[in-house]
């Protein structure tokens, strides 16, 4: 069986009626990199990328078969997050290599990681489907309020 590329599990996810459906759905392709990506891509202000938050220009993949690349390329995010790990690579190599990035995994994949830098949730993906299905791993402000306030 072929792997299945992050975006085709996020999208397959959007899709599903159910909230059951869909926290079942990505605890079963549940993986360390599809959690960083959702970790970052709803973290809006919890987390600075230190590259610009505009996608660059790039050129998509052809290679037929790259679904399960952003597997193995994930491992360089913490490049693009400040306090991550990436803080000492010159500005231009960094975004030099997110390009790169972009341009080795699949084309659909490439699209998840450009709504992750600008932030944009995907659509019929909420934060409380992702957090019963990963465990409370975005941060939730109103949390934090309440107990504040309370």
């Known amino acids: 069986m072929a792997t299945k590329s992050i975006a085709e599990i996020l999208n397959t996810a959007c899709k599903l009626k159910s909230k059951k459906e869909k926290v079942d759905y990505l605890k079963d392709h549940n993986s360390l990199p599809l959690r960083n990506i959702l970790i970052l891509m709803y973290g809006k202000g919890k987390f600075k990328f230190n590259i610009p938050q505009t996608v660059p ?5 052809e290679f037929p078969d ?10 360089k995010l913490k ?43 995907m659509k019929g993906l909420s934060v409380a489907v992702i957090n019963e299905a990963f465990g ?9 309020k309440k107990e504040q306030d309370g």
């Not at 220009?57 to 993949?61: D, T």
């Not at 990436?86 to 997110?98: C, M, Q, T, V």
């Not at 409370?136 to 934090?144: C, L, Q, R, V």
Request: aromatic share 10%.
């Open 136 to 144: 409370d791993i975005i941060e939730t402000t109103s949390k934090g």
């Open 66 to 75: 790259s679904q399960g690349m952003l597997y193995r390329e994930a491992r």
């Open 79 to 121: 490049y693009f997050v400040e306090g991550w790990g990436g803080d000492n690579i010159h500005p231009y190599r960094r975004e030099a290599l997110f390009i790169q990035m972009l341009e080795s995994v699949d084309k659909e994949d490439a699209k998840v990681l450009c709504k992750m830098l600008e932030q944009k949730p």
């Open 57 to 61: 220009p790039y050129n998509e993949s």
